[in-house]
């Protein structure tokens, strides 16, 4: 695999949406009876459950519902969305003021109708803020029953603009699909010219979609030469014989996947066995990769990704918070996870702005609670001074990540 460890900042300014976080059981948590059915990726029947922190059952704490993948193929998004919004809920508790949480998770195992099966459950369960869903498809159809019944709602890493849009109860923490799309293309366009491009993108899924659409516009206005594009959907997922072939036939030598980890990992691996190694260029949706359970992490050396956090970050703060989080789940943190735990400290100064209690009503803090988004900044793991817009997404600059001895290195 061509090593081009790519050594810049991403230099296009990007205002994007959002933090970014995928959910899952936290260590210590207790499952809950009577949890709903659900079908998986393979379409048979399971249980899925809600999980709760330590944190649970505080006396006048806010409620806090999380929605995402627990289980099935995508499990890493959503257990890394829960374990970081937990490590939030735990430090803010700790401050032992008057702004207490209480934790609550729910698996839609990446499913459009479980997911809003699950939030229906948080709402049963007293939920006043959500921070959810964490992947695109389900976010979309959960925002949509948000709105109407006014519940304020942050997703860590729902970045489909599908899911903000006409909706002023909703709010993102990652990039938005068009952001990333057009920073992936300027990125290239400045530190890797000349290079003869091939996309491959997952069709079915809004996510991929909208990502490749603005990286394609931008890519032409740039000058970018892009010579193949190969789709696939979730029954073709398995197979990229006929797109990698394809794709060095055509002479690429850097291949855009703005897709998930799985199908990259599949990718990765089908491009070793026929000796074909171009420069690969990722989204956020791949974090996760390296912890694939199976995975051949040596077939990612040279990997690029953008996103808004990197572990190996030496400031202090998410020094404190890798630490902690290797300490409770024995793993490290992606960006899902540290999108969840700024989506939850968010939460946490627009009470701070707003003054609502724990008594309020769920619509009454909703209605509270929005004006005050377009006003306060938010310090977080994924950038310092977050803001947003009335539009519900987040300001705050993508960089760039190199795969190198199996980890992530910041240029």
């Known amino acids: 695999m061509k090593k081009k460890l790519l050594s810049i900042l991403l230099a296009s300014a990007v205002a994007a949406t959002t933090f970014v976080g995928c ?11 009577g949890g709903s059915t659900a079908q998986t990726s393979e ?45 939030a809920v735990d430090e803010i508790n700790a401050l032992g003021g008057d702004i207490q949480f209480e934790l609550k998770g729910e698996d839609d195992v990446n499913d459009a109708e479980t997911s809003v099966n699950a939030y229906n459950n948080l709402l ?19 925002a949509a029953e948000a709105y109407a019944d006014r519940v304020f709602m942050i ?40 290079e003869k491009i091939a996309v491959i993108y997952k069709n079915d899924d809004v996510y991929s979609q909208g990502i490749r659409d603005v990286f394609k516009e931008e890519a032409d206005a740039k000058g970018l030469e892009v010579v193949y594009e190969g789709t696939f959907t979730t029954d073709t997922a398995t ?31 089908q491009a070793d066995s026929m000796g ?40 202090e703060r998410t020094q404190n918070f890798v630490a902690t989080y290797k300490e409770q789940y024995g793993d490290t943190p992606n960006q899902f996870a540290a999108d969840a735990y700024d989506a939850v400290y968010t939460i946490y100064e627009s009470i701070k702005a707003s003054g609502v209690t724990p008594d309020m009503s769920t619509e009454e803090i909703c209605e509270a609670t929005i004006p005050v988004m377009t006003q306060i900044t938010v310090d977080g793991l994924t950038s310092e001074g977050m803001t ?23 240029p």
């Open 124 to 142: 049963d369960w007293g939920m006043q803020f959500l921070v959810g869903t964490t992947t695109s498809t389900p976010c979309v159809a959960v």
């Open 276 to 315: 074909y190694e171009p420069t690969w260029f990722g989204v956020d949706g791949m974090d996760g990769i390296l912890t694939m359970p199976g995975f051949d992490t040596s077939l990612a050396e040279g990997v690029m990704l953008l996103t808004p956090f990197s572990a190996d970050a030496e400031d």
């Open 43 to 87: 379409g048979d029947s399971e249980t899925t459950e809600g999980t709760e922190g330590d944190s649970a059952s505080a006396e006048g704490a806010f409620k806090i519902g999380a929605i995402g993948p627990l289980t099935g193929e995508a499990a890493i998004y959503g257990t890394a969305v829960v374990n970081g919004a937990q490590i």
């Open 388 to 410: 947003w817009d009335a539009s519900g997404e987040v300001s705050k600059s993508p960089r760039a990540v190199v795969i190198k001895d199996g980890v992530y290195v910041t």
């Open 155 to 194: 997703t860590p890493s729902g970045s489909s603009v599908a899911v903000v849009e006409g909706k002023d109860n909703v709010f993102q923490v990652c990039f938005t699909d068009p952001n990333q799309g057009k920073a992936s293309a300027d990125y290239i366009a400045e530190n890797i010219p000349g």
């Open 239 to 269: 197979d990229f014989s006929v797109q990698l072939t394809a794709a060095q036939a055509a002479g690429a030598t850097l291949i855009f996947l703005p897709i998930y980890y799985q199908p990259a990992s599949i990718i990765l691996s």
């Open 23 to 33: 959910g899952s059981q936290t260590s210590g948590g207790t499952k809950e009876e």
